[in-house]
């Protein structure tokens, strides 16, 4: 079921993203998420209205999306940047593309025109996932990354909604 987060997820969700973070190319980011960084996260996108998700198997959380503006400003207002993070034991299982689908209809319901997703140079199976659900690869930052002791790509894929 997928279904708005809620503050009793975050141990949940912190336990699938911050090993991500940690052992992983999933994210640049190598600073592991406290319970208060995901309590605020959560507050924030409640706030602008934008919705975090997750994908509840009945036997715990599988995964998580949530989506934002793209970059500020009201030139960027309707291209949207997400995130979507699973379990290991979600792969392969039509979680992600079921959280997908509940992220582009949210976004195409408020007006957006695209979905942008940044996806780790070192993660050929995020860009195969995302071609697989209608993205398309539209740009490569070089070396913009640093993670594991070197720089690494990022690789900017698209979906148009409208």
């Known amino acids: 079921m997928i279904r708005p987060a809620t503050a009793a997820d975050i141990p949940a969700i912190l336990a699938i993203w911050n090993p991500l973070i940690r052992d992983t190319m999933v994210t640049f980011n190598a600073a592991e998420k406290s319970p208060d960084d995901l309590a605020a996260m959560l507050a924030a996108k409640e706030a602008d209205r934008y919705p975090f998700i997750v994908a509840d198997s009945g036997d715990g959380i599988a995964g998580f999306a949530t989506y934002g503006q793209f970059r500020g400003g009201v030139g960027y207002a309707r291209a949207m940047e997400h995130t979507i993070m699973l379990g290991p034991d979600a792969r392969g299982r039509g979680i992600g593309r079921a ?11 408020r007006g957006a025109h695209c979905l942008i997703a940044g996806v780790s140079g070192g993660t050929p199976e995020g860009r195969a996932f995302h071609a697989a659900i209608g993205f398309r690869e539209v740009a490569i930052v070089p070396e913009v990354g ?15 909604l409208t």
């Open 99 to 109: 959280l997908m689908r509940a992220i582009e209809d949210d976004a195409r319901a």
């Open 146 to 160: 640093w993670k594991f002791g070197r720089f690494w790509d990022l690789v900017l894929m698209q979906k148009i």
